[in-house]
C-alpha cells in the first residue's frame, strides 16, 4: 500500500511537471491575416500556423491565449501567458520591457488607405490602431490620430468616413483593397526591422529554443511559403 502511494505521489508531480512545461502563446485575434478569430472562436491566421510550426520544432507543448492590444505587453510581464506572437513590431521602446526573437518577417511595409482620392495625408484625420508604430509616425507627421483599440475599429473609422484614412501594416489592407472598398494612398512607408515573439527577459531560455525553430523554418523555406500564402504573394521574404 505505502507503494502504491508512493507511485500515485510520484505521477502526480510528473503530471504537475508536465503541465508546468506548457508554453502559453498570447495573441490579440483581431488583426487578420496575422491573427484573428475563425467561426469557431479559435485563432486562426499566418501566426497561429507558424507557431503551431514552432512548438512543434521545439518540441514545446503550447496552447493559445487571446489578451486586447492595448495590455498584451503588461499581461506577459505579469505571467497571464508566456510567449507573445501577435505581429508585434521589433522597437527599441519594445525591447526596453521584453526581449525580441529573431524576426519572423523581413523589414514591411506601412501604408494608407482611403475610400477617395487627394486625402491629406499630414493634415487630415488619420485613424490608426494605439500603441502601434504607425500611431506613433501619425503624430510625427502632424496629422490629427484617431486612436482605436484594434485595426478593425481604426479600418471602421475610414470606412464611415470618421477618418480620413488609415494607417496600418499594408498586409492588413491588401485585403480591404482588393475588395474595392478603399484605395491605397501615398506612399508606402518603412518603419518596422520586422515582427518578432516577445519574452520576458527572465526566460532567455525559451527565448533561445523559438529561435533555433525560427531559424529552422526559414533555412527550409517553409517561413517564405507561409509568409506567402497568408500574407500574400508580393509580401517581402527572406532571401
Not at 502632424?142 to 470606412?159: H, R, V
Not at 484614412?165 to 518603419?191: R, S
Request: proline share 4%; glycine share 8%; charged share 25%.
Amino acid at each position: 500500500m505505502k507503494k502504491l502511494i508512493l507511485t500515485a505521489a510520484s505521477l502526480a508531480l510528473l503530471a504537475g511537471a508536465a503541465s508546468a512545461e506548457t508554453v502559453r502563446l498570447g495573441t490579440e485575434g483581431a488583426y487578420p491575416p496575422y491573427n484573428y478569430l475563425n467561426d469557431d472562436g479559435e485563432v486562426d491566421g499566418f501566426e497561429r500556423v507558424l507557431g503551431d510550426e514552432l512548438c512543434k520544432r521545439a518540441e514545446l507543448d503550447c496552447e493559445w491565449v487571446t489578451n486586447d492590444w492595448d495590455s498584451i505587453i503588461p499581461n506577459l510581464l505579469s505571467g497571464n501567458y508566456d510567449v507573445i506572437i501577435a505581429g508585434m513590431s521589433i522597437t527599441e521602446e519594445r525591447a526596453e520591457k521584453v526581449d525580441f526573437s529573431q524576426n519572423y518577417t523581413p523589414p514591411s511595409y506601412s501604408s494608407y488607405a482611403a475610400t477617395a482620392e487627394g486625402v491629406d495625408l499630414e493634415g487630415g484625420v488619420i485613424a490608426a490602431q494605439s500603441s502601434t508604430i504607425q500611431s506613433q509616425h501619425v503624430v510625427d507627421t502632424g496629422a490629427t490620430l484617431l486612436e482605436f483599440p484594434s485595426f478593425e475599429d481604426s479600418l471602421a473609422a475610414m470606412l464611415s468616413g470618421e477618418a480620413d484614412a488609415v494607417f496600418a501594416d499594408k498586409d492588413t489592407l491588401v485585403p480591404v483593397v482588393e475588395e474595392g472598398t478603399a484605395m491605397f494612398a501615398g506612399d508606402d512607408i518603412a518603419l518596422s526591422v520586422g515582427i518578432g515573439m516577445a519574452f520576458r527577459k527572465s526566460d532567455p531560455e525559451l527565448r533561445e529554443k523559438f529561435d533555433a525553430a525560427i531559424a529552422s523554418v526559414k533555412a527550409d523555406g517553409t517561413l517564405n511559403e507561409m509568409i506567402k500564402e497568408y500574407l500574400g504573394e508580393d509580401s517581402p521574404v527572406f532571401e
